[in-house]
């Protein structure tokens, strides 16, 4: 069964630092969500990705955030200068008809 | 916008019992998708079952059912011979149906979740 792959697994970054976290989607999906999930807390919504552009975002997507998907493949999640309640499982998710399918997510943790 | 309740943080059941989780949600929209998806401590997202709204029989999927309940916009989760590894968080998410020019399509807005706890 396709897989949606998210790399890494779990970044340790100091605030203030840029990181970048990678999803590689089901190839044939068109619509691409990330989402962000803080410690003991509901599944957030952060931003929407279709046809190579942001589709929808949410208030927590501020300047800080970016996203894009430069080859065709990869997509990724920018946090241009992290601050510490950034610290949270951040989840990809490729669409079809039938549902999303997530990737395993990428743990952050600011310090 | 819509909105998911899930009024139980907290659920604990004993080895082969069932159990109910329960989940409300709002929404002005006719034509949707309900879903329920279990996390474990790996924190991945794993989708327990999906219901489209317009179908009138509930979903099942081996020991999980549900009961949907349209009109009182009700979407519980039965979890029938409980099984250790049933011990996870529980979200219960909502999404709109595709229309055509929409590109938001396959958003989820979740609840709040359930932690579960399987005894033996």
């Known amino acids: 069964e396709p897989e949606v792959t998210q790399t890494p697994s779990h970044q340790v970054t100091q605030m203030g630092q840029e990181v970048i976290l990678r999803c590689v989607p089901i190839?044939?999906?068109?619509?691409f969500y990330w989402y962000r999930q803080i410690l003991g807390q509901k599944v957030e919504f952060l931003v929407s990705?279709?046809?190579?552009?942001?589709?929808?975002k949410s208030e927590i997507f501020d300047d800080q955030f970016s996203v894009e998907r430069p080859d065709g493949s990869n997509f990724t999640l920018k946090i241009r200068s992290t601050k510490l309640e950034d610290s949270a499982m951040y989840f990809c998710?490729?669409?079809?008809?039938?549902?999303?399918?997530f990737g395993s997510g990428t743990r952050l943790t600011v310090v | 916008a819509q909105t998911v309740t899930q009024s139980q943080p907290e659920m604990s059941v004993q080895e082969a019992e069932t159990v109910t989780l329960s989940c409300t949600y709002d929404t002005s929209e006719n034509n949707y998708y309900l879903f329920w998806y279990k996390q474990p401590p790996s924190r991945q997202m794993i989708l327990v079952i999906r219901q489209e709204a317009y179908k009138q029989q509930n979903a099942t999927e081996n020991r999980f059912s549900v009961n949907f309940q349209k009109a009182a916009k009700s979407f519980s989760l039965k979890i029938s011979d409980s099984q250790l590894g049933d011990t996870a968080m529980y979200f219960c998410?909502?999404?709109?149906?595709?229309?055509?020019?929409?590109?938001?399509?396959?958003?989820?807005?979740f609840g709040q979740g359930t932690i579960l706890t399987v005894h033996p």
């Open positions: 998410a909502f999404m709109k149906q595709w229309n055509a020019g929409g590109t938001s399509y396959g958003k989820l807005t």
């Open positions: 190839s044939n999906h068109l619509y």
């Open positions: 990705f279709y046809n190579n552009e942001i589709s929808e």
């Open positions: 998710a490729s669409v079809s008809g039938t549902g999303s399918t």
